[in-house]
């Protein structure tokens, strides 16, 4: 069986190495031809076109801008393909729900790249909420703060897709924060959320996001989401308040504590690992799910779900939204 990786920017090409790493056989498509030498400096042969490669492969790992994800799901699903789409699902709600019971009657894989579900931070801090020992969640607060320039410093943060106003924007593209509320806290609506452009960087698209969110409808809860990519000093981490504990998780130091309720540190978790790591893991999730029947993390459905939570926001903060 066959790996393909559609798009072989920075995601795509940290696919194909852990793809490749874990003996798949890869295979490899972008219409840039730089993209593509680099590519095969790596061994990988490269499709004639986006078309030859699903029909090659068993699945595919698509890293398009993800204007194009639709379009590319589609093909996938018609080339028999099993497939992993890079987040966001799509930009837009309109579709997904037709390839997503397209993909089930057929018995394919759609899984969507959620990675902090792969974080051992996040699951350490799942499993405390789901065991109740310190009781019923309360509120939940998740921050990432970072600086666009220095996430790919050999490219012009100004010419890539996260600064167009109709796809790109901290939103769309610090989505994981999102998915976490989600994975941690249960389905979320969001309720409400400012957004905008701080004036630090050269870009069209809103550039920070204060997001509140409602978690379940009998006893809601409701947490707090600050995005922006505009601070040289990074952060990304959350708290979890219980009736009798919190939990505080350090995403970059990979760190988790747990207080009790006189505020006395009960638990202090150095978890190793890597972000790396945790992408490994996911493909090796999802080979598992296409060649074992294993559950992803990450399913369309769930995806579907955080997407509309998305759409909810942007259209709440008056961002622009593309329907087709």
């Given at each position: 069986?066959?790996i393909?990786?559609?798009?072989?920017?920075?995601?795509?090409?940290?696919?194909?190495?852990?793809?490749?790493?874990?003996?798949e056989n890869?295979?490899?498509?972008?219409?840039?031809?730089?993209?593509?030498a680099?590519?095969?400096?790596?061994?990988?042969?490269?499709?004639e076109?986006?078309q030859?490669?699903?029909?090659q492969?068993?699945?595919?790992?698509?890293?398009?801008?993800?204007?194009?994800?639709?379009?590319?799901?589609?093909?996938?699903?018609?080339?028999?393909?099993?497939?992993?789409?890079?987040?966001?699902?799509?930009?837009?709600?309109?579709?997904?729900e037709?390839?997503?019971?397209?993909?089930?009657?057929?018995?394919?894989?759609?899984a969507?790249?959620?990675?902090?579900?792969?974080?051992?931070?996040?699951?350490?801090?799942?499993?405390?909420?789901?065991?109740?020992?310190?009781?019923?969640?309360l509120?939940?607060?998740?921050?990432?703060?970072?600086?666009?320039?220095?996430?790919?410093?050999?490219?012009?943060?100004?010419?890539?897709?996260?600064?167009?106003?109709?796809?790109?924007?901290?939103?769309?593209?610090?989505?994981?924060?999102?998915?976490?509320?989600?994975?941690?806290?249960?389905?979320?609506?969001?309720?409400?959320?400012?957004?905008?452009?701080?004036?630090?960087?050269?870009?069209?698209?809103?550039d920070?996001?204060?997001?509140?969110?409602?978690?379940?409808?009998?006893?809601?809860?409701?947490?707090?989401?600050?995005?922006?990519?505009?601070?040289?000093?990074?952060?990304?981490?959350?708290?979890?308040?219980?009736?009798?504990?919190?939990?505080?998780?350090?995403?970059?130091?990979?760190?988790?504590?747990?207080?009790?309720?006189?505020?006395?540190?009960?638990?202090?978790?150095?978890?190793?690992?890597?972000?790396n790591?945790?992408?490994?893991?996911?493909?090796?999730a999802?080979?598992?799910?296409?060649?074992?029947?294993e559950?992803?993390?990450?399913?369309?459905?769930?995806?579907?779900?955080?997407?509309?939570?998305?759409?909810?926001?942007?259209?709440?903060?008056?961002?622009?939204?593309?329907?087709k």
């Amino acid at each position: 069986m066959s790996i393909g990786i559609l798009g072989l920017g920075s995601i795509g090409m940290r696919h194909l190495k852990n793809a490749l790493s874990l003996g798949e056989n890869v295979v490899g498509f972008d219409p840039d031809e730089e993209r593509q030498a680099l590519a095969h400096s790596h061994d990988v042969d490269i499709a004639e076109n986006e078309q030859a490669l699903f029909e090659q492969v068993d699945a595919v790992v698509i890293c398009s801008p993800n204007k194009f994800h639709l379009q590319n799901i589609k093909t996938a699903i018609d080339c028999g393909c099993h497939i992993l789409v890079e987040k966001p699902f799509s930009h837009t709600l309109n579709g997904l729900e037709v390839v997503i019971s397209q993909a089930k009657k057929r018995k394919l894989v759609l899984a969507v790249a959620m990675n902090l579900r792969f974080n051992a931070v996040s699951r350490s801090a799942r499993e405390i909420i789901k065991n109740k020992k310190f009781g019923e969640v309360l509120w939940g607060r998740f921050i990432c703060s970072s600086y666009l320039p220095s996430w790919r410093p050999h490219q012009d943060y100004r010419v890539n897709y996260t600064t167009d106003p109709q796809y790109g924007g901290v939103i769309f593209d610090v989505i994981h924060e999102i998915d976490l509320a989600h994975y941690l806290l249960g389905a979320a609506s969001a309720q409400s959320c400012v957004a905008w452009q701080s004036g630090v960087l050269e870009t069209k698209a809103e550039d920070c996001a204060e997001i509140v969110l409602r978690h379940g409808d009998a006893r809601p809860v409701y947490s707090n989401i600050h995005l922006d990519y505009v601070s040289p000093n990074k952060k990304r981490g959350f708290e979890i308040q219980m009736k009798k504990g919190l939990i505080r998780g350090d995403l970059f130091a990979r760190s988790l504590e747990v207080f009790d309720e006189q505020d006395v540190l009960v638990r202090q978790d150095a978890l190793h690992g890597s972000f790396n790591k945790d992408y490994v893991d996911e493909m090796k999730a999802f080979i598992a799910a296409f060649k074992k029947g294993e559950p992803f993390p990450c399913c369309a459905d769930e995806a579907y779900s955080v997407l509309e939570t998305v759409v909810e926001a942007r259209s709440l903060a008056g961002l622009p939204l593309v329907h087709k």
